[in-house]
């Protein structure tokens, strides 16, 4: 019989604020996105996440108090912040680590001379807002949707230059500097005057191009995050292809997390992400299906409630194909990152709680209680497949099967 283990992460999806945020970030206190959304939206019916059990997380009025056919939980965040790539990199099973914090413009005189010396054009068009602009096209600057200096941005018109060489640019500034992350990213029909117009400055500082206001997203967009700290090879993805386990990443979750023998697929668009997941279940035997529904975080950042709430719906959908096609012998996990609570007052990440649900139909429903890190849904898929493992992280898959 067919074993696969599915991890879904609707990304930003947090369910309350960390008990840290009063010390670490006061802009998130009162933050509760999923709860924000079901208070907030004209329209919000999930019936699949009903009947796993949400609302025994959420205890909603607006939701169906239904007898719940999955266990249900909470997660900490142990990376520091609330960010994807930390959040994907911990869900995998990375024992996060504290990231250096500096603006672009602290090192941007130290970049721009490592690029000439590997015989890049570059400059400085706006000494007031400052970025670098190489070779007239891509734009190297601060990532303005997340956390305060610790993501740099390599955004590029991909019909102007190829996404390999937007990463070759990419991983010469990834030499020279030491932030959590470099992104090199990319979309067609997007032109060189589009990023520049795109460009804006937040008011702690930051400046960098406002990435779903430039079109980036909209056709054919790529992306590649490289980290700094990150050992891929301790995460359960690689653990489960040097067991001669299937692996398929989809969506942002492929933009984020490196595996060399993973199949990857690219999606940004909901609809193509939940239907890339069913697909890969008909066609794997036995491994690992991991996917994020990264529009989520997009309407997030947007501060756009009933948007939100339609990707939430569209992922609810597909989410009944999915528990129809699975076998008596899968898994099925559902998390997110972090939260990007669309009613906070501000349009960056906060930093959440994040919800657990698992589902099987030999496995018990049970709470599985509040849990100290992401990573315990990589440990739990580890001890499922009986491989090694990763390096943060503790299962609970023996709640899941040990007799009631």
């Known amino acids: 019989m067919k074993k696969r283990a599915i991890v879904l992460?609707?990304?930003?999806?947090?369910?309350?604020?960390?008990?840290?945020?009063?010390?670490?970030?006061?802009?998130?206190?009162?933050?509760?996105?999923?709860?924000?959304?079901?208070?907030?939206?004209?329209?919000?019916?999930?019936?699949?996440?009903?009947?796993?059990?949400?609302?025994?997380?959420?205890?909603?009025?607006?939701?169906?108090?239904?007898?719940n056919e999955g266990s249900y939980g909470k997660l900490n965040l142990k990376h520091y912040g609330a960010d994807s790539y930390a959040g994907h990199q911990e869900i995998m099973g990375t024992d996060p680590k504290k990231p250096l914090m500096k603006p672009f413009v602290d090192c941007i005189d130290e970049v721009k001379e490592a690029l000439e010396k590997e015989g890049y054009e570059v400059e400085i068009p706006d000494l007031e807002k400052q970025y670098l602009l190489v070779n007239k096209v891509v734009i190297v600057a601060d990532n303005i949707e997340t956390d305060y200096g610790q993501i740099y941005n390599i955004s590029a018109p991909l019909d102007y230059i190829s996404f390999e060489k937007v990463m070759e640019i990419g991983q010469v500034?990834?030499?020279?500097?030491?932030?959590?992350?470099?992104?090199?990213?990319?979309?067609?029909?997007?032109?060189?005057?589009?990023?520049?117009?795109?460009?804006?400055?937040?008011?702690?500082?930051?400046?960098?191009?406002?990435?779903?206001?430039?079109?980036?997203?909209?056709?054919?967009?790529?992306?590649?995050?490289?980290?700094?700290?990150?050992?891929?090879?301790?995460?359960?993805?690689?653990?489960?292809?040097?067991?001669?386990?299937?692996?398929?990443?989809?969506?942002?979750?492929?933009?984020?997390?490196?595996?060399?023998?993973?199949?990857?697929?690219?999606?940004?668009?909901?609809?193509?992400?939940?239907?890339?997941?069913?697909?890969?279940i008909d066609k794997m035997n036995e491994g690992l299906i991991s996917a994020t529904v990264q529009e989520t975080d997009l309407r997030g950042h947007a501060e756009d409630i009933q948007g939100y709430a339609d990707k939430i719906m569209l992922a609810d959908k597909y989410l009944g194909n999915i528990l129809e096609k699975m076998t008596e012998e899968d898994i099925l996990f559902i998390s997110a990152d972090h939260g990007n609570d669309p009613t906070i007052g501000h349009s960056q990440h906060t930093r959440e709680k994040t919800f657990l649900l698992a589902y099987g139909k030999g496995l018990n429903n049970i709470n599985i209680g509040e849990r100290e890190t992401l990573s315990d849904i990589a440990a739990t898929v580890a001890e499922y497949f009986n491989v090694s493992n990763p390096e943060n992280g503790e299962s609970f898959y023996r709640l899941l099967v040990e007799d009631k």
């Not at 945020?21 to 802009?27: D, G, N, Y």
């Not at 117009?197 to 406002?210: F, K």
């Open 9 to 67: 992460i609707l990304d930003s999806l947090g369910v309350g604020y960390m008990d840290d945020v009063v010390e670490t970030r006061p802009q998130d206190k009162g933050a509760n996105t999923f709860q924000h959304i079901l208070d907030k939206a004209d329209k919000i019916e999930i019936p699949n996440l009903e009947k796993l059990g949400i609302n025994k997380i959420l205890k909603h009025e607006r939701l169906k108090s239904v007898e």
């Open 173 to 280: 500034v990834r030499k020279n500097v030491k932030v959590n992350r470099v992104i090199a990213l990319g979309g067609h029909e997007v032109s060189p005057e589009q990023l520049i117009n795109s460009i804006e400055q937040r008011d702690d500082g930051l400046v960098g191009v406002n990435s779903p206001k430039s079109g980036v997203y909209k056709k054919d967009y790529q992306a590649r995050h490289m980290g700094y700290g990150v050992d891929p090879s301790k995460q359960i993805s690689s653990i489960l292809t040097k067991e001669n386990r299937e692996v398929t990443l989809i969506g942002k979750m492929q933009d984020i997390i490196e595996c060399e023998k993973a199949t990857k697929i690219p999606a940004v668009d909901t609809e193509l992400v939940m239907k890339k997941i069913i697909e890969n």
